[in-house]
């Protein structure tokens, strides 16, 4: 019997349990005694707090308590993960974000008290009877308003209201000398609009304590469960890591807004101890609309030049990064080393400079939101191309094609290495565009457009060859470039003696499948059925460390971690094989679960060695009982996906919507180990960036209100808003990890963006139509079209 599951649509296993209802997510938890806590917020983006009475709350039947800032005085605030220092080397500024807001509150949401009562419902009302004092001061949120002099101050320790500044790529006087040499450049100014990430579940904390034990149980909605319990433990409340358990139950997704440390999961473990009795929160919508970390908000000015043949010869780039009130997690990274080091794109661009500052805002803080730094990066250079092919009179494909990096594949040919730090590790950018134009019929489609123009219907198509960065690289190297956490990952292969296997891996799973997919992967190595093995995660106490899943990482450094010790469990296997066979272990095959001895008929299989291992009776010398074994994967790199995304779109020339009529994505994600799994994240992601094109948007007012804070005003892509998928993909081999896959899960939202944008580019270019800001609501592309 063969049982090789590697590259096969398995069905998800966890959706039994999730489509009849039966997940279990930290807010179905219910602990003995347990209590509700309520966060009152600050209805300004900027204010002093002059008083707080809580007297009239406290009074009321079923309180139980209310904290407030002065409760939270001494205790250090939520911290940053990632430091970034100055272009000078001075160290990036890092404010406190404290628990709660004890003197002046930095963005609408901040919490200001918590209130504790028997029922959610008491604890909502009782906030609504607590009397603050506010003086109201003016607020900024706009990143290059607030670096106006006279701006409103963010934090009145830093006068100008900047974070860091930070730089990457070659000289800038090479870069002007490329640029001053070119026979064309295109300039542009972009606006990459910030996002809600509104994750399907809102986050929710439960805090407990262990009076016999002198133990705390954190229940969350997190992405890191061991991530949390580090930093809330070394950073936040100074508790020892082996008094505090933190599980992450079932998650109802987080495309990154869950990854980070909130000032709430410190709330309730704090305060558990404080009252003894289990602690509960959870947000409403609105809550997560003010303050989920929101995503994207670059501000840039950037100059493609090309010489006089169609090849570019430099780029350059001004950007200002909106972070928000505080530093969250991640927020430093973002702009700057998950960004800037994608501005090679998948092009041969020999000069490349980016200038970056990153700025405080009266806004809810940004970090990392699925795709994270890179679909701002390929926004900017796919734009640049489409316009600039545009005012060239070139083929926006032709463009891609003249400027592609050659065809690498990392063993034969070395990996590329870019103008802005990193090395590509295996590429063929042409390949998957000339499979897009293929399933498109480019030629064909010319001549559709044509004819519809005549007919007074806007076709437009429009181009993204985009890579990204996953996985994360080294930890020697993140943690020069100013990571507080290693990036690598655990795992543990536990065989029972029937034979059945249990794994213990430090990523998380919030929607990925990973049940799936690491049993695929265990299943197909060991020659055994899917049926046995069961996969374990999100339990600090269960699993020894992990890191948890974002930046697309959990296959290609989780998933070597599980092979590395599937690897060990197979080396040991074979010395308790090669002992009852009677021959050597170098004598041996393992295929089909079981080791036969070369050229022969003579074998014994996996279960009967996963026995013996436990019941040793005959068993080699000098060898352990017991076939259960852990590792650590640290990634040798980055893994690099690429793909081409083609859109076509329909625009209504007297209403100015716009239609999707095609979506075309080929992706080359590595090999591919549940190929229905692959094309349900690129569906997702294909969602979400279209989502940010036509659709999302968070708007601020001048107050620093958040107008765009409900279902009602922020606009999600819903079904009807999307085509069939056409989806395909090419596979180029991760050449540095065992199972040579690169990342899949924010693919789609990466590339779809900027391939509609310019798809609505290209459908009205003959109207004076060359660019817009996102999202393209039917409003704003009528006005452009009209405006003349």
């Not at 009076?211 to 580090?230: C, E, G, K, M, V």
């Not at 998380?508 to 995660?537: M, W, Y």
């Not at 996906?641 to 590595?670: Q, Y």
């Not at 180990?673 to 349900?680: L, R, S, T, Y």
Request: charged share 20%.
């Amino acid at each position: 019997m063969s049982n090789k599951y590697i590259g096969q649509s398995v069905k998800r296993v966890e959706d039994k349990r999730f489509i009849t209802g039966q997940g279990r997510y930290t807010d179905d938890i219910v602990l003995p005694r347990m209590v509700h806590a309520y966060i009152l917020r600050s209805p300004y983006a900027h204010a002093r707090i002059k008083s707080i009475d809580t007297s009239e709350a406290l009074a009321m039947k079923g309180v139980v308590t209310i904290y407030t800032g002065k409760d939270f005085e001494n205790i250090n605030g939520v911290p940053c993960g990632w430091q970034v220092n100055f272009k000078d080397g001075t160290t990036m500024r890092e404010p406190k974000h404290p628990l709660l807001v004890l003197d002046k509150v930095k963005h609408a949401g901040d919490g200001v008290a918590m209130v504790v009562a028997e029922t959610k419902e008491i604890a909502a009302d009782a906030a609504e009877a607590i009397n603050v004092k506010y003086e109201v001061l003016k607020a900024v949120t706009n990143p290059k308003e607030a670096l106006a002099p006279g701006a409103p101050l963010v934090h009145d320790e830093y006068p100008d209201n900047v974070a860091f500044d930070w730089q990457i790529g070659n000289d800038k006087a090479e870069v002007d000398a490329a640029m001053a040499s070119a026979h064309h450049i295109t300039k542009l100014d972009f606006t990459n609009n910030r996002v809600v990430p509104n994750a399907m579940e809102p986050r929710s904390y439960i805090g407990d304590y262990d009076t016999a034990y002198d133990r705390y149980t954190l229940y969350t909605s997190t992405q890191n469960p061991h991530l949390i319990r580090l930093l809330m433990c070394a950073f936040v409340l100074g508790i020892p890591e082996h008094k505090v358990r933190v599980v992450g139950p079932d998650v109802g997704g987080g495309f990154g807004s869950k990854i980070y440390h909130y000032t709430e999961e410190a709330l309730v473990t704090w305060a558990a101890k404080q009252l003894r009795r289990p602690i509960k929160w959870t947000s409403d919508r609105s809550e997560a609309f003010l303050t989920d970390a929101h995503g994207r908000d670059h501000v840039s000015t950037a100059e493609m030049g090309f010489d006089k043949d169609g090849h570019i010869v430099g780029l350059r780039i001004k950007t200002y990064a909106n972070l928000g009130a505080y530093l969250s997690t991640f927020a430093s990274a973002v702009p700057t080393y998950l960004h800037g080091t994608l501005l090679q794109g998948v092009y041969t661009t020999p000069k490349i400079h980016l200038d970056m500052t990153c700025v405080f805002t009266h806004t809810t803080a940004v970090d990392a939101y699925r795709g994270a730094g890179r679909p701002e990066a390929t926004y900017l250079l796919e734009r640049l191309m489409d316009v600039s092919a545009h005012e060239m009179g070139i083929d926006p494909a032709e463009l891609r094609f003249k400027n592609f990096i050659p065809p690498f594949d990392g063993v034969n040919q070395p990996g590329y290495q870019t103008q802005v730090a990193l090395q590509y590790d295996s590429g063929n950018y042409k390949a998957v565009l000339e499979r897009g134009l293929e399933m498109l019929g480019y030629a064909d489609f010319k001549e559709k457009q044509a004819e519809a123009r005549k007919n007074g219907k806007l076709l437009g198509v429009g181009f993204s060859t985009y890579i990204e960065a996953c996985g994360i690289a080294p930890s020697a190297v993140v943690g020069a470039l100013g990571a507080r956490a290693g990036l690598f990952e655990s795992a543990q292969v536990r065989v029972q003696p029937t034979g059945k296997v249990s794994v213990y891996t430090g990523s998380h799973s919030h929607g990925q499948g990973h049940e799936t997919s690491f049993a695929q992967v265990v299943a197909d190595k060991l020659g055994i059925p899917l049926a046995d093995v069961e996969i374990i995660h999100g339990d600090s106490d269960s699993v020894a460390f992990g890191m948890g899943t974002y930046g697309s990482r959990s296959l290609a450094v989780g998933g070597s971690a599980i092979v590395k010790s599937i690897e060990k469990v197979l080396e040991k296997g074979a010395k308790i094989a090669a002992h009852k066979l009677e021959c050597s272990a170098d004598d041996l095959d393992f295929a089909d679960g079981k080791w036969t001895v070369k050229g022969t008929d003579k074998s014994i299989g996996f279960g009967d060695v996963a026995l013996t291992a436990y019941v040793p009776h005959v068993y080699p010398a000098n060898l352990e009982p017991g076939l259960d074994f852990s590792s650590f994967y640290d990634p040798a790199n980055f893994t690099y996906p690429f793909g081409c995304h083609i859109a076509v779109v329909e625009v209504d020339a007297e209403t100015g919507k716009v239609t999707i009529k095609r979506f075309v994505a080929v992706d080359d994600v590595g090999n591919v180990i549940n190929p229905m799994i692959v094309e349900g994240q690129i569906h997702g992601g294909l969602a979400q960036g279209i989502g940010q094109a036509l659709l999302e948007g968070v708007i601020y007012d001048e107050n620093g209100q958040l107008t765009t804070g409900t279902f009602m005003d922020y606009a999600m892509p819903r079904a009807d808003d999307l085509p069939m998928f056409e989806t395909d993909r090419k596979t180029t081999p991760c050449p540095h990890n065992p199972l040579g896959v690169k990342g899949a899960g924010e693919a789609g939202a990466i590339g779809s963006t900027p391939a509609v944008v310019n798809a609505v580019m290209n459908a009205t270019w003959h109207l004076g139509v060359s660019d817009l800001e996102m999202p393209l609501t039917p409003q704003r592309v009528w006005r452009a079209m009209n405006h003349k």
